[in-house]
């Protein structure tokens, strides 16, 4: 077991352009999130996948922002047109939810990637 | 929006002391209420978790205090080491989001 893996570690960019994280989550976990983190603040949920379904996108995903995981394994979070304050560390989660849990209920594990930090200059 | 509080922002303790951080939330109905601990440069670890129908739950040094009737729960740290030294995060679900994070507080324990 690698862990979560994300890439790249870091990216600068100039405002306008657009950039993509990719997220590698533990093989068998069959749900990936992804978080935003500012400095001194926790993390604050974009949006999460149950294999390659996308159920729920925060109010903080604009537009410009879209998430993908084909095939249920990686996942993809594309920002278009970066903004100055689309700077912050992107962390990518996953976990393993089983068939019995009710609802969202066994979501509290999450394993964390190392996280992209992202400055738009 | 689920609204998590978390308190202090900031706790500096004196090696082998008690770290005592707070959290408290408005409304839950699921099932865990855990606490991730994050070192500079890494994503947040899950630490210790604690289901709601019991009062208290004890990893090694690590202690959580849970009260329902209050919606508040907080993370005990025993004999403190300057290894624990990090941001400590309380979570909570919130309707169709997965967890809801406090603000954190940043341990510094000094020796």
């Known amino acids: 077991d690698t862990g979560v893996s994300q890439d790249p570690r870091h990216k600068i960019t100039k405002r306008g352009q657009n950039v993509t994280f990719r997220c590698d989550p533990i093989s068998e976990h069959n749900r990936l999130y992804w978080y935003r983190q500012t400095l001194g603040q926790g993390p604050e949920f974009l949006t999460y996948?149950?294999?390659?379904?996308?159920?729920?996108k925060s109010r903080l995903l604009s537009d410009r922002f879209s998430a993908e995981r084909p095939k249920g394994s990686f996942s993809t979070l594309e920002i278009q047109r970066t903004e100055q304050g689309d700077s912050a560390m992107y962390l990518c989660?996953?976990?393993?939810?089983?068939?019995?849990?009710?609802?969202?209920?066994?979501?509290?594990?999450?394993?964390f990637g190392p996280g992209t930090r992202l400055t738009v200059t | 929006q689920q609204q998590v509080k978390q308190s202090p922002q900031s706790l500096i303790v004196q090696k082998g002391g008690i770290s005592i951080i707070n959290c408290a939330y408005e409304?839950?109905?699921?099932?865990?209420f855990p606490w991730y601990q994050q070192f500079p440069g890494k994503g947040p670890a899950l630490l210790i978790a604690?289901?709601?129908?019991?009062s208290e739950k004890k990893e090694g040094r690590f202690t959580i205090s849970f009260n329902k009737s209050a919606k508040q729960f907080s993370l005990h740290i025993m004999d403190s080491q300057p290894g624990d030294s990090a941001t400590y995060f309380c979570?909570?679900?919130?309707?169709?989001?997965?967890?809801?994070f406090g603000k954190g507080t940043r341990l510094s324990v000094i020796a």
């Open positions: 996948f149950q294999n390659e379904a996308q159920l729920e």
């Open positions: 604690i289901r709601p129908d019991v």
């Open positions: 409304n839950t109905a699921f099932d865990y």
């Open positions: 989660a996953s976990s393993l939810v089983q068939y019995r849990d009710r609802g969202i209920g066994g979501s509290y594990e999450q394993y």
């Open positions: 979570a909570v679900p919130s309707g169709n989001t997965p967890l809801v």
